[in-house]
């Protein structure tokens, strides 16, 4: 702010500051703050691979020992 006394503005602004956040979905995608980006392209395989994990847990087809190695895999 002091350099606009001396010459005449400048192209960098202060961001400015408010009483809101940014909450916006893309695809699916929960993003909060400005400024992040976002790539939705593996979103389908993040939840296949979550449900994939929780099938695993609950197997009584898998020892403790394979579930463990499963899940750390995943």
Do not use: C, P, W, Y
């Not at 960098?12 to 956040?21: A, D, E, L, Y």
């Not at 699916?28 to 449900?51: K, P, W």
């Amino acid at each position: 702010m002091g350099i606009n006394h001396l010459k005449s503005g400048t192209v960098f602004k202060k961001s400015q500051i408010g009483n809101f956040v940014n909450i916006t979905n893309i695809k699916g995608i929960t993003i909060i703050g400005d400024g992040n980006i976002v790539n939705a392209e593996f979103t389908e395989l993040s939840r296949a691979l979550d449900q994939f994990e929780k099938e695993i847990v609950v197997s009584k087809e898998l020892s403790d020992e394979q579930k463990l190695d499963a899940s750390g895999d995943i």
